[in-house]
């Protein structure tokens, strides 16, 4: 079914029901990637009983064309290129140097502000489940998988509610198992396929992340 999702929440709900074998499972670790990927994995964490965090990627704009993404930075300073944009734009190194560097400090404020002093889990021999709320070009994906391999867990799941038949193609090249809930031949952008995407704030980051915390504690 290719139609669009009324919001993130229904999203996450709709992504969990494709991953029930991993409901209740205690090696289960949930990584969602902000800000609009934490709302549904929230829902896909309360539906499997499982430990929820985040893994903060930034894309790295372009110059004078910001919203076309020239690569990625991940949590740890894992940083992919997307060479074609490189050389097509003649981007330069020191571009590219200035661009990651300004992304890795605001990598680090979320980092700080998201956790909101809770230490990053152990991901090492554990099952982790990639989420976001949706691949265009699979990027910042792709990165977070390479840096989240580096890490030694036993498995890489990435689970999107919807993403670009090609993109998700390529990422079962990047980890063990893929779950693309939507890949419509029409797709345009991920927003395109939520009748609802407005921006996801900070500080509804920290509260879903929060509640997800307190709601492990209380097990």
Do not use: H
């Not at 661009?99 to 909101?116: D, H, V």
């Amino acid at each position: 079914m290719n139609e669009p999702y009324r919001d993130r929440k229904e999203a996450g709900r709709i992504l969990a029901s494709y991953l029930e074998k991993y409901r209740n499972d205690a090696n289960l670790l949930i990584l969602a990637l902000p800000r609009g990927g934490v709302v549904v994995a929230y829902e896909v964490a309360i539906m499997l009983n499982a430990e929820l965090d985040v893994f903060i990627v930034r894309k790295l704009g372009s110059p004078y064309q910001p919203e076309l993404a020239m690569g990625a930075i991940a949590e740890g300073g894992i940083l992919l290129l997307n060479d074609a944009v490189v050389n097509y734009l003649s981007i330069s190194k020191e571009n590219i140097e200035n661009t990651a560097n300004r992304e890795l400090k605001e990598l680090e404020r979320r980092k700080i502000l998201y956790r909101n002093g809770r230490d990053a889990p152990d991901i090492k021999g554990r099952t982790v489940l990639l989420i976001d709320d949706g691949i265009a070009t699979g990027a910042t994906m792709k990165v977070a998988i390479r840096a989240v391999r580096r890490k030694e867990p036993a498995k890489i799941v990435a689970a999107i509610p919807v993403g670009a038949p090609s993109s998700c193609l390529e990422l079962k090249e990047e980890c063990d198992e893929v779950i693309c809930v939507r890949t419509p031949e029409s797709f345009m952008s991920v927003g395109s396929w939520y009748m609802d995407f407005e921006q996801t704030t900070d500080d509804e980051v920290r509260e879903y992340l929060q509640k997800a915390y307190e709601s492990r504690k209380k097990l």
